[in-house]
C-alpha cells in the first residue's frame, strides 16, 4: 500500500498557497499542513463538507500523511472522522479502508473550510489581521448569552 497523502482542491491550491507566511505573503501559517488542519477545524465547526472535485497536482501537490502526524494533526484526523460517523471503528489503524475514510472526511471538511475562507478573506490585504478578527468574533459570540444588552466593551 502506497504512502497515504491529504489532497487540496485545485480551485484551493492558490488560496492554500497565500495564507503560509513565504515570499513576502501574509498568511498566518508556516506549513501547507497548519494551514489545511486549520481549514479542516473550521469546515467542522461550520459543518460544512465539500467534496474535492480536481485535486491539485503542483502547489501544494497531495501532502503526506507523515507531515500531519508529525505536527500532531493526526488526534485531529481522527476525532474528525469519529464525530462524523460515530463509529468508533472508524479509529482502526488495521484497515485500510477506514484509514482511507478518515483522511476522506479530513480532506472534505478541509476543502468546505477553504470555501469559507475563500469568502472571508475576499478583499483582505492582511490574511494574518483577517483571520484574527474571525477568531475573536467567534470567541465574543460564545462568552456573550444572546439575551444580554448591547455591550460596548467587546470594541475596546
Same mark, same amino acid.
Given at each position: 500500500m502506497g504512502v497515504n497523502r491529504i489532497r487540496v482542491a485545485k480551485d484551493k491550491a492558490s488560496l492554500v498557497q497565500q495564507l503560509l507566511d513565504y515570499q513576502g505573503t501574509t498568511g498566518p501559517f508556516q506549513t501547507y499542513a497548519d494551514a489545511i488542519a486549520f481549514a479542516a477545524a473550521l469546515g467542522s465547526k461550520w459543518q460544512k463538507r465539500v467534496p474535492l472535485g480536481t485535486i491539485s497536482t503542483s502547489e501544494p501537490a497531495p501532502i503526506s500523511l507523515e507531515i500531519f502526524i508529525s505536527r500532531g494533526y493526526d488526534t485531529t484526523i481522527k476525532l474528525l472522522a469519529l464525530a462524523e460517523t460515530g463509529d468508533p471503528k472508524v +479509529?482502526?489503524?488495521?484497515?485500510?479502508? !477506514?484509514?482511507?475514510?478518515? /483522511?476522506? @472526511?479530513?480532506?472534505? &471538511? *478541509?476543502? %468546505? %473550510? +477553504?470555501? @469559507?475562507?475563500?469568502?472571508?478573506?475576499? %478583499? *483582505?490585504?492582511? &490574511?494574518?489581521?483577517?483571520? /484574527?478578527?474571525? +477568531?475573536?468574533?467567534?470567541? @465574543? !459570540?460564545?462568552?456573550?448569552?444572546?439575551?444580554?444588552?448591547?455591550?460596548?466593551?467587546?470594541?475596546l
Open positions: +479509529l482502526s489503524n488495521f484497515h485500510p479502508e !477506514k484509514e482511507s475514510e478518515r /483522511l476522506q @472526511i479530513f480532506e472534505e &471538511y *478541509a476543502n %468546505g %473550510g +477553504l470555501e @469559507i475562507l475563500q469568502h472571508e478573506l475576499r %478583499g *483582505a490585504v492582511d &490574511y494574518t489581521e483577517r483571520i /484574527l478578527l474571525m +477568531l475573536s468574533q467567534e470567541r @465574543i !459570540k460564545e462568552r456573550s448569552p444572546d439575551n444580554e444588552e448591547f455591550d460596548l466593551s467587546r470594541f
